[in-house]
């Protein structure tokens, strides 16, 4: 499978977020991941449904919206109207989370689960069979820049030996500190998609293009060698 390296707009100039998509799918990357916070999940606020909806207007690419939200099930609607490709939603706040993920699918998206690094592989196991992606974030939620947070890797594994064990087909996904020097780790351990926002946008265009072939080629590398 191709590995997907997904730039998170959150790292985008938010005076001009359409120029920070334009210039992710000119690069030709094929995923851009939306961090959307509510301010009382994670301790940041960063952008509605309004401005995904302004921005599906200039892409086709892959609108991967990740709902750090208290009450996620609460903005399925209006993010699936948006014109969100995939919605994923965190297990730890208090909500119906198998009702949620049943419902983004039934308006025929996607339908993701996110952990935190602190939260274990367990608390995904009841969706697993469900869903099309699991989170695995590698930083604290809600603020880009931060360190990559390595232990969590043990848990993408042993996501991915469950996934293997039980014929599911969901992604793995890993969000917060990517950079060229996560890569080797995360793909050893699973990972399909890569999520990076500092790394992607305060990168120039050569960075850029040698951080995503490292990504996006590597499953042909790793078959061929
Ligand atoms: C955290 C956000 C970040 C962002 C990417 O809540 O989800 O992880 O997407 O952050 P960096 O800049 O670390 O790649
Ligand atoms: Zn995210």
């Known amino acids: 499978m191709k590995k997907i390296l997904a730039p998170s707009i959150l790292a985008g100039d938010h005076a001009c977020l359409r120029d920070s998509l334009l210039l992710a799918d000119q690069d030709g990357r094929e995923w ?3 961090d959307v916070m509510d301010g009382h999940f994670v301790p940041n ?4 449904p309004q401005t995904v909806a302004d921005l599906r207007e200039h892409s086709s690419m892959f609108f991967d919206v990740h709902l750090m939200l208290d009450n996620p099930q609460d903005y399925i609607d209006s993010f699936v109207l948006a014109g969100a490709d995939l919605i994923s939603i965190h297990v730890e706040p208090e909500y119906d989370v198998a009702e949620a993920l049943s419902k983004i699918k039934s308006l025929g998206k996607k339908c993701g689960i996110v952990l935190n690094p602190d939260t274990p592989a367990e608390e ?5 069979d469900q869903v099309d992606l699991v989170l695995c974030m590698t930083v604290n939620p809600g603020f880009g820049g931060q360190g990559f947070i390595e232990g969590v890797l043990y848990k993408v594994r042993d996501l991915a030996d469950r996934r293997a064990e039980s014929g599911a087909s969901f992604l793995l996904e890993v969000d917060g500190g990517v950079g060229f020097d996560q890569v ?3 793909v050893r351990a699973g990972v399909d998609v890569l999520v990076a926002g500092t790394a992607y ?4 265009s050569q960075t850029r293009a040698r951080f995503a072939s490292s990504v996006e080629n590597r499953g042909e590398q790793e078959l061929s060698s």
């Open 32 to 34: 851009i991941h939306l």
């Open 45 to 48: 606020l960063s952008f509605g």
């Open 124 to 128: 995904a196991s009841p969706f697993l």
């Open 184 to 186: 080797d780790d995360c």
């Open 201 to 204: 946008f305060g990168a120039d």
